[in-house]
C-alpha cells in the first residue's frame, strides 16, 4: 500500500460484530462529549469521520472525513443519524456484555457439584434481563454481532446465547477470562466454544474408562473390607483422579516427553501408586498383611527397619515406572516421595522436573528443552489455597531459573480439608482462585462425569503444549470416609455424609449413562465388574499363599558410608594460574564497573609467593576447577549473582547497557555447565526446587544460599523431611550444598546466628557434614571434596555455615601453596603437634572453638606477649558433624597436664554447638580434666540488637578464655 493509500485507507472496515457495536457506542458519546472517549477513538474519529452505521448487521458506505474543525465544532449539535437505529445499536452492545458476562461468570451456574451442597450462586449477571433484553431483541440480532465462534447453524443472538449458557453452564465449567494474553484467551474460548475439540469418545474408549473406574473402586473396596481398621487415605469420591492421570500420561507422552514427575500427598496415594505407575496389587496387599501388630493398632505400616534406614509409611511413598506404548518405552513416569507436609512436595518435582529438561554437558549456561518433562501436581482443596508454599511454587511459573514450560495442576478437591468445611478453611470461592494471580487457566469439572474431566484434561495438554505454561483442572467430588478410614465423618458433617451415604459411585454412574445410550449392554458391565474383582481375588490369594516366605519387601539399606578422606582436592598451581587469568578475561566490547574492575583486577596476583586468596576468589577458583573436572553446577539465592556481601560477583552486568556476563560461561576449561540464578524472596520452596533438582540430577553439585543463615528458618520442613532425613525415610541421596551465612557482629537477632543448633540436633546417621570454617582454603578443598561425592555412596548434603565479615577479613585468606598442596582438615590446630614435650607439659588448658570466634581469639592472641600463654592451646573444629572424634582426641593426647577443655562460642549457651559438642567432648576428656563452656548464657533470643551491649559481651568471651584463672561454669567429668 502506497503512503498516500495509507493515508486515506479507512479502519472502520477491520471492525465487525460486538467490536464494531462497541466503536458505534464510543462514536455516540463522542458527538456529545469528546473528553468522554479516550484519546485513541477520538483521534480516530477526527481523522476518518464515523464508522459503518449498524442496522442488524448491515453497514453503510464510506462516511467522507471531516477536517479538525469541523468535528469539532459539529459535535454538540449533531443529531444520530437515520441511518443509524441507536435503540439497536445499545441492544447489540448489551448483548455483547451479557456473552462477555456468560464466559466471565458462566460457572457460577455451572453443574460442578456431584452432593448438591452448595447454595445457589447469584446469576443474574447471566440473565439477559438484567440489560434489558427480552427474547425477540436477541432474536433480531444476528449471532455474529454477539459471538465471534458461533457456528454457521446458530443464526441468531438468541440461540447463539443460549448456546453459550449451555456451554459455560455445563459439568465442565471455564475461567478464562483472567487470561492476560488476548491470543491464548481468545485460543481457550474458541476451544471451548467449538463443538469438535475435544473429540468424543469412542466406543473402546468408553468401555475402558468403565473398567478404569472399577479398578480404582473396587481396588478401595477390596482393602476396606480385607485389612479392616487400616488406614489408606481412599480415593472414593475423586475416583476421576486415576484415569484422568491416565489420559495426562497418554497425551504428554505422545507429545515427546520423556519424564513425567509427579507429586501428590496421600490422599489417594495407594490406588496411583498400583494403577498409574504399576505397582502390583500383590505387593499393597503384602504391605497390609504383613502391617506390625495389624490385629490390634491401626498401623501406619511402616515399611522395613534397619540401621540407617527407618522407612516410611506406605501412603507417603513413590516408586516410578516405564510408560510403553507397544515395546516402545515412551516415558518414565515418577511419583516422588512426599511426608504428611502435603504440598511441600510440590516444589521438589518442579526442581526433579527442571533437572530432567536441562543439557548440563556443554560449558556456559545449560539447554533447556521443555518438552522433554513433565510436571503433574495434585493437590488437596484445603491445602491449595491454605498452604502458602503452593503460592511459592507457583511464582515459578515464568521465573528464568526455575521455569518448567508449565506444571499441569490438579486439585483432588473433596471439599474438605481434615475436618473443616470450606467456609472454615478459605477466604475465596473456589479453592483455585490463587491460581488466578499467576495467569493460569482454570477448569472446574464435576468428577461425576468422567468424559468431561478427560476433555478438560486434552485441553490443559493441548494448552501447555502449545504455549508452554500451566493449567489447573479443579476436579471436584467428595470424600466418601471420614480422613481417614477409622473417622466417623457424620460427627463433623451430618449433611454431607447423609448424602455421601445415599450417593452412587461414579463407576454406577457412568455404567448407567452408558447403557442409558446404548453404548454397552448390562451383561458386559456384570463381565467388566466379574474380571476385576477376579484380579484382586487372585492378588491377595497369591500373597496368602506364600504369607509364610520371608516378609521383608525390600531392599536393605545401609547406613550412609563415611567419606573417603583421601579424595585429592588439591590442584596443580600451574592449572591453578591458568584459571586464575581466564576468570579475569572479559568479551570485547564488555563495560566492567570500574571500580569492581580494579577489586577483581586485584586478584591477578593472588597466587604469587607472599600473596593470598580471599574467599570470593578461593569459591571462584573451586567453581571453575570443579567445571574443568566435569561436574555441572547450579547456584541459587537471593542475591547469588553478586553474593549478599558483594563478595561473588560471579555474573558481571555491563555497565553501559546492563547485558550480564560470568567468566564461567566462556572458560576454556569448562567441560560442564555453570548456571547461577537470583531466586525470587523465597526460602521454602527454592530450596525444595533445588534439592529435587539435586536428586533428578545426582552428577550436578547444587548450591543454595540464604541471604543470611537465620532465613533458613523459614525453609526448616525442607531441612526437616527431605534434606536430612530423605535418604533414611526413602533411600533418595542428596549432594546438595547449603550456605548459611553466619556469625556474631552486632547486627541484632535475624542477622547473626543460622541456628546451628538445629542442624546438630537433625545429625545422625551419616546423613550430612555440617562444618563451620575459618580459611579460605578450607572452603576451596571442601567445596572439590563435596563436588567428588556426587553420584557415590559417600555423597551426602553439606550444610556450611558461610561468614560474613571474614569474607573480606586478611585472617580468613590463604596462601597460593595451601591450594594446591592442601587438602581439607576437620580440625586446625593452632598450634604445632611436633613441639618439644616440655613445651606440651605447660598447658593446662585446650581452646576448643568453631567459626568466627576463632578469628576473634587469634586476634586478641596477635596483640598479647605470645610467651604469657604457654599454658594455652587453641584447635579450630571446622567440621562439627560427623564429629571429628579421632581428630580431637588426637590433639587431647597430646598434653598429659591438661587440666580443662574450653568450647568456646559466640551464641547464647542453649543454641550454638555447645548442647551437641559438650557430651562427645567429655566422652574423651582425661579423666582429671574438666568440660567447661564460655559463651552467652542462655536466651531465648539469638542476638542482642545493640551493638554496644553486643561489643561488652563479645569482649567477655574473649578475656574469659584467655583468662588463666580456671573458667568458673563447669562441667566436671569423673
Known amino acids: 500500500m502506497s503512503i498516500h493509500d495509507e493515508r486515506n485507507h479507512s479502519p472502520w472496515q477491520s471492525y465487525y460484530g460486538p467490536n464494531l457495536g462497541y466503536v458505534q457506542e464510543q462514536y455516540e458519546r463522542f458527538l456529545t462529549d469528546q473528553a468522554s472517549v479516550e484519546v485513541s477513538l477520538r483521534e480516530l474519529f477526527v481523522r476518518f469521520g464515523a464508522p459503518p452505521s449498524v442496522s442488524l448487521g448491515a453497514t453503510s458506505g464510506p462516511v467522507a472525513k471531516p477536517s479538525a474543525q469541523q468535528a469539532a465544532a459539529a459535535a454538540p449539535a449533531v443529531a444520530v443519524s437515520g441511518e443509524i437505529d441507536a435503540n439497536m445499536l445499545k441492544k447489540v452492545v448489551a448483548a455483547h456484555q451479557l456473552m462477555l458476562n456468560i464466559r466471565r461468570y458462566g460457572h457460577l451456574a455451572a453443574d460442578i457439584d456431584p452432593l448438591g451442597l452448595s447454595p445457589a450462586a447469584d446469576t443474574k449477571l447471566l440473565e439477559p434481563e438484567t440489560f434489558g433484553l427480552t427474547q425477540a431483541d436477541l432474536t433480531a440480532i444476528p449471532a455474529s454481532l454477539i459471538w465471534d465462534n458461533a457456528p454457521a447453524s446458530i443464526v441468531n443472538g438468541w440461540d447463539a446465547i443460549t448456546r453459550l449458557r449451555e456451554i459455560y453452564s455445563r459439568s465442565a465449567a471455564y475461567e478464562f477470562t483472567h487470561i492476560h494474553d488476548e491470543n491464548e484467551r481468545n485460543w481457550l474460548h474458541k476451544q471451548a466454544e467449538s463443538g469438535s475439540f475435544p473429540a468424543p469418545l469412542s466406543p473402546r474408549e468408553r468401555s475402558a474408562l468403565l473398567e478404569r473406574l472399577m479398578e480404582v473402586e473396587y481396588f478401595e473396596n477390596f482393602l476396606h473390607r480385607t485389612f479392616v481398621g487400616q488406614k489408606r487415605f481412599s480415593i472414593e469420591g475423586v475416583d476421576m483422579l486415576v484415569p484422568v492421570l491416565d489420559e495426562i500420561v497418554r497425551a504428554v507422552a505422545h507429545d515427546g516427553a520423556h519424564n513425567i514427575l509427579m507429586g501428590m500427598a496421600h490422599r489417594g496415594r495407594l490406588n496411583v501408586l498400583t494403577h498409574v505407575l504399576g505397582k502390583p496389587y500383590e505387593k499393597i496387599f503384602s504391605e497390609f498383611h504383613h502391617a506390625p501388630n495389624k490385629e490390634h493398632i491401626p498401623s501406619e505400616g511402616s515399611m522395613g527397619i534397619n540401621h540407617g534406614w527407618t522407612g516410611d509409611v506406605k501412603y507417603h511413598l513413590g516408586a516410578d515406572r516405564a510408560f510403553k506404548d507397544g515395546e516402545t518405552v515412551r516415558a518414565r513416569i515418577t511419583l516422588a516421595n512426599n511426608p504428611s507436609h502435603l504440598e511441600f512436595v510440590n516444589p521438589v518435582v518442579e526442581g526433579f522436573t527442571r533437572a530432567a529438561q536441562e543439557d548440563r554437558s556443554k560449558r556456559g549456561m545449560p539447554e533447556q528443552d521443555v518438552t522433554k518433562a513433565v510436571t503433574i501436581c495434585i493437590h488437596g482443596d484445603a491445602a491449595f489455597i491454605g498452604e502458602g508454599i503452593v503460592a511459592e511454587t507457583l511464582n515459578f511459573n515464568k521465573l528464568q531459573g526455575y521455569r518448567n514450560g508449565g506444571t499441569l495442576h490438579i486439585i483432588a478437591n473433596n471439599r474438605l480439608g481434615f475436618t473443616t468445611n470450606s467456609v472454615d478453611s478459605r477466604s475465596t470461592h473456589y479453592a483455585s482462585d490463587l491460581a488466578k494471580g499467576f495467569d493460569i487457566p482454570i477448569v472446574h469439572v ?440 579421632a581428630e580431637i582426641e588426637r590433639i587431647v593426647k597430646q598434653f598429659d597436664k591438661l587440666e580443662e577443655i574450653v568450647w568456646v562460642q559466640e551464641e547464647p549457651q542453649n543454641m550454638g554447638s555447645w548442647s551437641f559438642m559438650e557430651p562427645r567432648i567429655r566422652a574423651l576428656a582425661p579423666k582429671k580434666a574438666a568440660v567447661r563452656y564460655v559463651g552467652r548464657p542462655d536466651r531465648s533470643s539469638t542476638a542482642s540488637g545493640h551493638q554496644e551491649v553486643h561489643a561488652a559481651e563479645q569482649k567477655w568471651i574473649i578475656s574469659t578464655a584467655l583468662n588463666g584463672k580456671p573458667v568458673e561454669t563447669s562441667l566436671i567429668r569423673g
Not at 600 to 623: P, S, Y
Not at 656 to 682: C, E, R, T, Y
Open 446 to 885: 464435576n468428577a461425576d462425569e468422567p468424559e468431561a474431566c478427560l476433555a478438560a484434561v486434552r485441553l490443559a495438554c493441548e494448552y501447555r503444549l502449545r504455549y508452554n505454561k500451566g493449567f489447573v483442572i479443579d476436579l471436584i467430588g467428595y470424600r466418601r470416609f471420614g480422613h481417614n478410614e477409622m473417622d466417623d465423618p457424620e460427627v463433623t458433617q451430618p449433611l454431607m455424609y447423609a448424602k455421601v451415604r445415599n450417593h452412587p459411585t461414579v463407576s454406577v454412574l457412568y455404567g448407567q449413562q452408558l447403557q442409558d445410550a446404548k453404548a454397552i449392554s448390562e451383561a458386559q458391565v456384570e463381565e467388566l465388574r466379574q474380571r476385576t474383582l477376579g484380579k484382586l481375588q487372585a492378588a491377595y490369594d497369591a500373597v496368602k499363599a506364600n504369607e509364610n516366605q520371608a516378609k521383608s519387601h525390600n531392599e536393605q539399606h545401609e547406613s550412609i558410608l563415611p567419606v573417603n578422606e583421601e579424595i585429592r582436592t588439591a590442584v596443580p598451581s600451574d592449572m591453578l594460574r591458568e584459571i586464575n587469568l581466564e576468570l579475569l578475561n572479559r568479551p570485547e566490547g564488555f563495560t566492567e564497573y570500574t571500580k569492581l574492575q580494579r577489586i577483581l583486577q586485584r586478584r591477578a596476583t593472588a597466587l604469587n609467593d607472599g600473596e593470598k586468596v580471599d574467599w570470593a576468589h578461593a569459591e571462584a577458583l573451586a567453581f571453575a576447577t570443579i567445571l574443568a573436572d566435569g561436574t555441572p553446577i547450579r547456584l541459587s539465592g537471593q542475591d547469588s549473582e553478586r553474593g549478599t556481601f558483594a563478595h561473588r560477583n560471579i555474573v558481571l552486568n555491563d555497565n553501559v547497557n546492563a547485558a550480564k556476563f560470568s567468566p564461567l560461561h566462556i572458560l576454556p576449561q569448562a567441560k560442564a555447565s555453570f548456571a547461577v540464578h537470583n531466586s525470587p524472596l523465597s526460602e521454602t520452596a527454592v530450596l525444595g526446587f533445588e534439592y529435587g533438582y539435586n536428586v533428578f540430577a545426582p552428577d550436578t553439585f547444587v548450591i543454595w544460599e540464604a541471604q543470611y543463615g537465620d532465613f533458613a528458618n523459614v525453609a526448616q520442613v525442607i531441612f526437616d523431611q527431605f534434606i536430612s532425613a530423605g535418604r533414611a525415610k526413602w533411600s533418595q541421596k542428596s549432594g546438595i550444598v547449603v550456605m548459611l551465612p553466619h556469625g556474631y557482629e552486632g547486627q541484632g537477632p535475624e542477622h547473626s546466628s543460622a541456628r546451628l543448633e538445629r542442624f546438630l540436633q537433625l545429625s545422625a546417621d551419616n546423613n550430612w557434614t555440617v562444618a563451620n570454617l575459618t580459611t579460605s582454603a578450607q572452603y576451596f578443598h571442601l567445596l572439590r571434596k563435596q563436588a567428588a561425592t556426587l553420584g557415590t555412596e559417600q555423597v551426602r548434603p553439606l550444610v556450611l555455615m558461610a561468614p560474613k565479615s571474614l569474607i573480606r577479613n586478611p585472617r580468613v585468606a590463604s596462601h597460593g601453596v595451601d591450594f594446591s598442596e592442601g587438602t581439607f582438615k576437620p580440625v586446625m590446630p593452632q598450634f604445632s603437634l611436633t613441639e618439644s614435650k616440655d613445651k606440651k607439659d605447660k598447658v593446662k588448658r585446650l581452646l576448643l572453638c568453631t567459626g568466627k570466634v576463632a578469628i576473634d581469639i587469634e586476634e586478641a592472641l596477635a596483640s598479647l606477649n605470645a610467651e604469657d600463654f604457654e599454658w594455652l592451646r587453641v584447635a579450630r573444629v571446622e567440621q562439627l558433624y560427623p564429629f571429628p572424634h
